[in-house]
């Protein structure tokens, strides 16, 4: 059956803040546990949530505690990166596509968002982060798990596939960058390296993994060659792009991929391929791991946009000016 | 069949009103006996915990629908109430026969008001009426439809009066809505109370979408070999936009919005990841004035420029028909016996409800008279909006539908405020009347299909006559026993 543009773009955005809410609620578990880590040190604790805002933080007008840094990553609405926030997009992706993913996948996102918006939930993530964490993280990886076992993989799958790969490369990059302060930082601030080298692992579930690959003790150049380099980890940069291909190869058929030059999203996605399958982590540390790493967002955003003109629509940015009329009249146009 | 066992009930009052279910305090009917002895064994917290198990299920599966409400619509759940409502085997016969009588007729009306119009040059039905009706449309007049067919889908509003009598309230045959509550509110009692189908023979309805399906490949262009068939919905702030994904998943077919949608060279096309694919049939859940903004609401963007000229040449069909709507004119409602006995010489077998037209100087004078005692409906309204309950009312409100009625005559009608029948329902935690009524759903395709069963809406408020979603209504699991099963002598 032929895909609608508008549901393989929902498709892809549905995967997509799936990936990210999972993102967020890690990274939340991560920090806190490396503020206990740090023990009694003379550290505010504010040290180590802070950083989680990016820029946000530095237009406030205190530093923020840590237990506002969890709302608002977690909590706040009007925050576009929060956890409710991809939740609800996730779900009104899912809403738009209801008839073309199973009832097993709309019914966890839906699940998922109800119990996010549950009153009690504030409360029971500051009781118990812990098992707020594993909660969240166990509803929200179920959702690709039943998309694999529910649909069929052909086009509207290989758009969720596309999206949830793309993005998890997006987002280890990301948490690289946001933990690089970590990866820099003057030893001292902490009693030992290998527990905030360990931290950027498990802020992405990688540290076990880590472990049994290298079974070396943890330093930051294996770390960043482990996250973005290593071939078959799923979790790293380079193993998601290729699966990402592998995507768009479904997406495009018979056509497309063999012919990458008349195909704008692979001839993108296999340039930046080529970079990952061929650098060493030596050359990204000599160039300057920030750098590399704020190229590699940028690259990989401009597949996603090329994604969006080949397969989505012409402009894109004709969908958000028409929200809210289309609202107004949709609701206007009663049924019987 | 007064002798049976009156089995141990519940406390209940059916007050002065018909009751579903009992025929007197303490006397359940026959057909709801079963049910009646199974309640009996429940204590009021095994009903409570089944009431919020269904609940849960509806709102974990999202069957809600939009409430105006803000510039977003605000979702709900429909209240479901577990108790089912029972429809014998007799019963069903007589609402079949009379709703595929009905629908014949209007289908007729529907074919002669845009062709030859013989109904309205003899006078049966005044030509103002129907030509001045919001729901008429010219752009469709001399155009075939497929088989003479209007209304592939209608939901009709039956109620039932103090001795009850059945009666079609209105019928609803642009976009009709409620089908998927119909199946939905099965599968959860099924789910929440499976002992119950064990002791009654219950006809199924889970067959709708196929059969939707069969319709709209019924009506197809002859010129599609394997035609394409679409849903159009307004998208997801509708209010009812859970039950079009409902159908277009139950007949696998895609779901499509108005920005899906465009018209190149004679032809309707959808955008697809893979170039345009051409549309053959549209399932359409949009009003006739928002589907083509060439030809009507140009600010419309649900439709697709360029749909009715697509659809005048007969290179796509939809449904419901455009102009369908003229024909469920509450103020053409007054009329449908006449055009039943005008089109098929026979005499109606589901009569209608008393009628006062404000343009008819007599009507007039009755309504503005006795507005407390009548039900007032705007004609070109639905969902419950614009009306006026005249026992339930203010002598205020009274005054304003007054003024409006005399202000705007053709677009009001008035109606006596029935006592509609009442059905036990679960309040809290024991069991009281609430006024019901019934939307059963008639297919037309080739043929007429009837069905079984249908929605049946409450009216969750104490004493409320509103049944409408949109008003707080609820709804009951509608069960039509079969032929030959222990409910079907009894009526």
Redesign the interface.
């Known amino acids: 059956m032929a895909l609608l543009c508008r549901v393989a773009e929902n498709m892809f955005w549905l995967s997509r803040y799936v990936e990210r809410a999972i993102a967020v609620i890690r990274l939340i578990d991560v920090t806190a546990h490396l503020e206990l880590d740090a023990g009694d040190q003379e550290r505010d604790p504010s040290d180590f949530w802070a950083p989680l805002l990016g820029e946000d933080a530095s237009t406030m007008d205190s530093m923020p505690s840590p237990a506002h840094v969890r709302h608002r990553l977690a909590f706040d609405a009007t925050h576009p990166g929060s956890l409710v926030s991809c939740v609800r997009r996730a779900r009104t992706a899912a809403r738009e596509v209801r008839e073309s993913i199973s009832s097993e996948v709309w019914e966890q996102v839906n699940t998922t968002y109800l119990a996010l918006n549950d009153p009690l939930v504030v409360s029971e993530m500051e009781n118990d982060l812990h098992a707020f964490f594993r909660r969240m993280r166990d509803a929200l990886l179920l959702i690709p798990g039943l998309a694999d076992a529910t649909i069929a993989h052909d086009e509207p799958w290989y758009f969720l596939s596309l999206g949830q790969h793309l993005e998890r490369a997006d987002n280890v990059s990301r948490v690289v960058t946001l933990q690089g302060h970590l990866l820099s930082a003057p030893s001292t601030v902490y009693r030992d390296d290998a527990v905030r080298w360990l931290a950027v692992l498990r802020s992405v579930g990688s540290a076990e993994a880590y472990a049994r690959y290298y079974s070396l003790r943890v330093d930051p150049p294996r770390v960043v060659e482990f996250l973005l380099l290593n071939p078959v980890f799923p979790q790293s940069v380079r193993h998601n792009l290729n699966a990402a291909w592998a995507a768009l190869a479904g997406v495009s058929g018979a056509v497309g991929v063999a012919d990458v030059g008349a195909n704008p999203p692979a001839r993108a996605l296999g340039m930046l391929r080529a970079r990952l399958e061929h650098a060493t982590v030596d050359e990204v540390m000599e160039q300057g791991l920030h750098g590399f790493l704020v190229d590699l967002q940028n690259e990989i955003g401009r597949v996603s946009d090329q994604v969006t003109l080949a397969y989505f629509r012409q402009d894109p940015h004709v969908g958000r000016h028409m929200a809210v009329t289309r609202a107004a009249m949709i609701l206007a146009a009663q049924q019987q | 069949m007064t002798a049976h066992p009156s089995p141990a009930v519940f406390p209940y009052d059916p007050g002065g009103f018909w009751d579903e279910m009992f025929e007197a305090p303490g006397r359940v009917r026959p057909h709801y006996a079963p049910l009646a002895r199974r309640l009996a064994t429940l204590s009021p917290a095994e009903v409570e915990r089944r009431q919020r198990t269904a609940d849960l299920s509806f709102?974990?599966?999202?069957i809600t629908f939009?409430v105006?409400q803000g510039?977003?619509?605000v979702e709900k759940i429909m209240p479901f109430d577990l108790v089912p409502r029972i429809l014998t085997a007799a019963e069903w016969r007589t609402i079949e026969r009379g709703l595929e009588q009905r629908v014949r007729a209007l289908n007729l009306f529907l074919h002669d008001i845009y062709h030859e119009a013989r109904i309205l040059s003899d006078g049966a039905v005044p030509a103002d009426l129907v030509l001045g009706s919001r729901g008429y449309r010219r752009e469709v007049r001399g155009m075939d439809m497929p088989g003479g067919v209007y209304t592939h889908v209608v939901?009709s509003d039956l109620v039932r009066d103090h001795s009850g009598q059945f009666y079609v309230l209105e019928d609803?045959l642009?976009?009709?809505?409620g089908v998927s509550y119909v199946v939905e509110n099965r599968r959860v009692l099924k789910r929440t109370w499976p002992q119950l189908f064990h002791e009654n023979d219950v006809r199924p309805v889970e067959g709708y979408a196929q059969d939707l399906l069969d319709v709209l490949r019924a009506i197809a262009p002859e010129s599609a070999d394997d035609p394409t068939i679409v849903l159009l919905t307004?998208?997801?702030?509708?209010?009812?936009?859970?039950e079009?994904?409902?159908l277009?998943?139950g007949m696998?077919v895609?779901?499509?919005?108005g920005?899906?949608l465009f018209v190149d060279d004679g032809a309707l096309y959808?955008?697809?990841?893979?170039g345009r694919?051409r549309v053959d049939v549209v399932y359409r859940?949009?009003?006739d004035?928002?589907l083509d903004p060439l030809a009507s609401r140009p600010?419309?963007?649900?439709g697709a420029s360029g749909l009715l000229a697509v659809y005048r040449m007969g290179r796509l069909s939809l449904a419901n028909a455009i102009g369908a709507g003229v024909a469920?004119d509450k103020a053409i409602y007054a009329y449908v016996p006449r055009i039943i006995r005008y089109y098929l010489a026979e005499e109606p077998i589901l009569p209608t409800i008393r009628t006062y037209l404000p343009n008819e100087p007599g009507d007039l004078h009755y309504i503005l008279e006795h507005i407390g005692e009548l039900v007032v409906k705007a004609v070109n309204e639905?969902?419950g909006?614009g009306m006026l309950i005249g026992p339930h009312s203010t002598r205020a409100e009274q005054e304003e539908f007054r003024q409006l009625v005399r202000a705007n005559p053709r677009g009001y009608i008035a109606q006596p405020t029935l006592a509609l029948s009442r059905h036990p329902c679960w309040v809290e935690d024991h069991f009281e009347g609430r006024h019901v009524d019934l939307r059963p759903f008639v297919l037309f395709g080739r043929e007429l299909k009837v069905s079984p069963g249908g929605l049946t809406r409450v009216a969750m408020r104490p004493g409320s006559l509103v049944v409408n979603s949109s008003q707080g209504g609820g709804g009951k699991d509608t069960w039509v026993l079969a032929e030959g099963g222990s409910g079907s002598t009894s009526t």
């Open positions: 709102q974990a599966r999202g939009a105006n510039s977003e619509g939901g609803n642009r976009t009709p809505s307004p998208g997801v702030y509708n209010s009812a936009y859970f079009h994904a409902f277009a998943k696998g895609q779901m499509v919005e920005t899906d959808m955008r697809t990841t893979r694919q859940r949009v009003d004035d928002y600010d419309s963007i649900l469920d639905s969902g909006y």
